[in-house]
Nanobody
Framework: QVQLVESGGGLVQAGGSLTLSCTASGSGFGLSAMGWYRQAPGKQREMVATITRGYTTNYADSVKGRFTISRDNAKNTVYLQMSSLKPEDTAVYYC?????????????WGQGTQVTVSS
């Protein structure tokens, strides 16, 4: 069974940067699509960024040009580099794994890491 562990969250001022990491246990990471999602208080969960096993990336419009998703298959880890952070980026960030990006919302999920951006 796949286990995902996120790290790297914290408190940062607006305009600052953070890099989140998500490390997966088990085999098959290199054959999987990975994604980052977030959920702010009182709001629905939303996709932030995804990356296929072929390294094709996709971003929410709200983070394009500010966030970068990447993966290191040798380390079973997916990253989310976040820059020019805004208070509206405050949320719990989750990573997800599935065979394809289409099924990420039904795949394996981590426990989440809190990101708080102060104004």
């Amino acid at each position: 069974q796949v286990q995902l562990v996120e790290s790297g969250g914290g408190l940062v001022q607006a305009g600052g940067s953070l890099t989140l990491s998500c490390t997966a246990s088990g085999s098959g990471f290199g054959l999987s699509a990975m994604g980052w999602y977030r959920q702010a208080p009182g709001k629905q969960r939303e996709m932030v960024a995804t990356i296929t096993r072929g390294y094709t990336t996709n971003y929410a419009d709200s983070v394009k040009g500010r966030f970068t998703i990447s993966r290191d298959n040798a380390k079973n880890t997916v990253y989310l580099q976040m820059s020019s952070l805004k208070p509206e980026d405050t949320a719990v960030y989750y990573c997800a794994q599935a065979f394809t990006t289409t099924f990420l919302d039904k795949g394996s999920w981590g426990q989440g890491t809190q990101v708080t951006v102060s104004s």
